[in-house]
């Protein structure tokens, strides 16, 4: 890996986070350094169809989420976007257009210009559970290029690949090797990759996110146990108390801390390890402020004072083996169990009819804010629209509160 060069600061067109282009070198699983914490050495994977035989409910609910379903091969089932006719064209205007189909199995964009077909690519993987959206790659010999058109959720509606050009379909983006490391769970890159472009072993990538992205390999842990049935306390696994509370963090940050400057390939880093030995932040974490809403979770979160003044991690609030968006309860009990009457914390905003503050925490205090960074392009417009993200920097926002409070009002009388 010694020729690994990292080159940063050039902006890469790639959707919804700019990512910067890596250089891959030759990718072990075994080659990394750095390895779990503990006893555990273990760095064959298993994977997580083993898991289910022991951890059935968690691997039941588990592959519902947006985490298993974050990449895959393309399908009528994983493809969210329309493709009856009628809803399965995107115009940019009124000669240019992309109709998107499936002809013999195989999905496919196709650029028409006053009505004739002039280029059509595949679509190889769906990138995105669109949960929010999603968009589509093909293979170009072994690099990932980018369809022009993506599927944006709120809208129900295909939409220009944000960043894209806006007068018609673009279709040779390059994707780097990080929107995988990001969106799946593991790809041979071959000799021969470059900065800028990355190629792939094409049989050796892993759709989704699964559990050893986030518990380590753990083929010992299951060869152990189904060969010691009675055995009741984890073994050769990472537990909790192991983790430090950074080294949980960093599980987490590798994906949601936004862009990083990568000092090692992608997929190098190993639940467990330090996350600081492959790969820096790219922001100031002083001037949280200018954080973007989109994809950095992380270091909003660690701007805020509740980060600061408890030991808070991510799993604080969330459970990530299931699917727990939409459901402000869940998370204001989880805010509550800080923030309660024998905590002295309590919320100190006035009492008004209709509030019921157990109910809503978030929207006050973890409000929807527009991303800075994402911007969407709808059919026939110039114009372009923001995603909106719960930002992470859990604070007081007096203005968002006060337009919540009138919208209750409202809603009461
Ligand atoms: C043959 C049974 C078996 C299989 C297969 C198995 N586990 Fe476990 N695992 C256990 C037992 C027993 C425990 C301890 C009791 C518990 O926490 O459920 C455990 C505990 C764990 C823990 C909790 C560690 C702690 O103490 O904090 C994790 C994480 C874990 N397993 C992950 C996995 C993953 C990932 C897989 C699949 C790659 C897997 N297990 C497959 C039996 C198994
Ligand atoms: C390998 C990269 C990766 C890792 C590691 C990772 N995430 Fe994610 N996470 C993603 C991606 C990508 C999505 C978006 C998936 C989609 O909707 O397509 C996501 C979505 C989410 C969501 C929203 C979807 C939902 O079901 O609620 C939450 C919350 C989340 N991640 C929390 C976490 C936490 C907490 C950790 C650490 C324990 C973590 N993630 C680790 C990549 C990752
Ligand atoms: C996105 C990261 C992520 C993925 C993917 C993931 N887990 Fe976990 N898992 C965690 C975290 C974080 C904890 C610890 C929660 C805590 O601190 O209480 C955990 C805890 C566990 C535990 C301990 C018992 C418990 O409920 O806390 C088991 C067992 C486990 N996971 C198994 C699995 C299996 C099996 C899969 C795949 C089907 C999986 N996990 C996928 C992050 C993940
Ligand atoms: C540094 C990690 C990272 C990289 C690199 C990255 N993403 Fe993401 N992406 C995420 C995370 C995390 C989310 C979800 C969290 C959020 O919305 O803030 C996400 C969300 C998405 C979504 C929306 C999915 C949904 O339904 O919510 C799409 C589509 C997507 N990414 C495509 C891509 C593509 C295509 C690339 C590469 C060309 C890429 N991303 C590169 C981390 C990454
Ligand atoms: C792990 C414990 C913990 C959890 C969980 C937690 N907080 Fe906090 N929070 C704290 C601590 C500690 C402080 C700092 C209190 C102080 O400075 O006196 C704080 C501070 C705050 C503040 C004041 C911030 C400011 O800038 O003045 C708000 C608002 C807040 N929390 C809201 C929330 C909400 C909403 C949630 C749930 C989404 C939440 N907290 C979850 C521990 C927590
Ligand atoms: C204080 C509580 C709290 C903590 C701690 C926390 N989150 Fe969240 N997270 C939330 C809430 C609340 C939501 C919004 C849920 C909803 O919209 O229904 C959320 C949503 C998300 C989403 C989806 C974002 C979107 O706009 O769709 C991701 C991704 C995520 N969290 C990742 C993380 C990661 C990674 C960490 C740790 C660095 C973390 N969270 C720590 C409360 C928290
Ligand atoms: C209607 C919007 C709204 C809701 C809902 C709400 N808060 Fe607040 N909260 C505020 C405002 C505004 C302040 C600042 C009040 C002030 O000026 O004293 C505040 C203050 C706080 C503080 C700081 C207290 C201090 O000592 O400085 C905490 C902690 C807090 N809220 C937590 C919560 C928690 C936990 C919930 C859910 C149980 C919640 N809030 C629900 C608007 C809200």
């Known amino acids: 890996m010694s020729h690994y060069l990292p080159i940063f600061g050039k902006r890469h067109y790639v959707p919804l986070l700019l990512v910067l282009a890596v250089y891959l070198g030759s990718l072990l699983f075994a080659s990394y350094k750095g390895g779990p914490v503990g006893a555990v050495a273990d ?64 999905f496919f ?48 509606c295909w939409c220009n690949s944000p960043g894209y050009p806006k007068n018609g379909p673009y279709f040779d983006r390059v994707t780097n090797a990080r929107c995988l490391e990001c969106h799946a769970s593991y790809a041979t890159a071959l000799d021969g990759s470059t900065n800028d472009i990355a190629y792939f072993q094409k049989s050796s990538v892993l759709y989704g996110i699964n559990c050893e992205r986030c518990h380590g390999p753990s083929e010992a842990h299951v060869l152990f146990h189904t060969a010691h049935p009675d055995e009741k306390a984890s073994r050769l696994i990472l537990t909790k108390n192991d983790m430090t509370r950074q080294q949980k963090l960093d599980v987490c940050g590798l994906c949601h801390s936004g862009i990083r400057v990568s000092v090692k390939p ?26 973007d809403v989109h994809g950095n979770q992380y270091g909003l979160l660690t701007s805020s004072k509740c980060f600061m003044n408890s030991q808070m991690t991510c799993s604080s609030c969330h459970n990530v083996h299931q699917t727990e968006i939409a459901q402000p309860r869940i998370y204001s009990a989880r805010c509550m169990a800080c923030h309660n009457p024998s905590s ?53 926002y007096p203005k968002v509160s006060s337009e919540f409070l009138r919208k209750l009002a409202k809603a009461s009388r």
């Open 43 to 106: 760095t064959t994977y298993a994977g997580s169809l083993a898991c289910r035989a022991c951890h059935r409910a968690i691997y039941d609910s588990f592959v519902t989420t947006a985490h298993n379903r974050a990449s895959s091969l393309a399908s009528a089932e994983t493809i969210a976007g329309h493709l009856d006719a009628g809803r399965n064209t995107f115009k940019f205007n009124q000669l240019s257009s992309v109709l998107l189909g499936a002809d013999s199995g195989v």
């Open 109 to 156: 964009q196709a650029a028409y210009l006053g009505g004739a077909e002039y280029k059509r690519a595949p679509i190889d993987i769906v990138v995105g559970s669109g949960r929010k959206g999603q968009t589509y790659l093909y293979w170009r010999d072994n690099v990932l290029l980018q369809d022009p058109i993506s599927y944006y959720t709120p809208a129900d």
């Open 266 to 291: 992608p997929f190098s880093f190993v639940a467990g390890g330090r996350l600081s030995d492959y790969s820096a932040v790219k922001y100031d974490p002083d001037s949280a402020a200018l954080l």
């Open 344 to 396: 002295h914390n309590e919320c100190t905003v006035r009492e008004v009819p209709g509030l019921v503050l157990s109910n809503n925490c978030i929207d006050c205090h973890m409000p929807l804010l527009p991303s800075k960074a994402i911007y969407l392009q709808l059919e026939n417009s110039r114009l372009s629209t923001p995603d909106f993200v719960r930002t992470h920097r859990v604070a007081i």
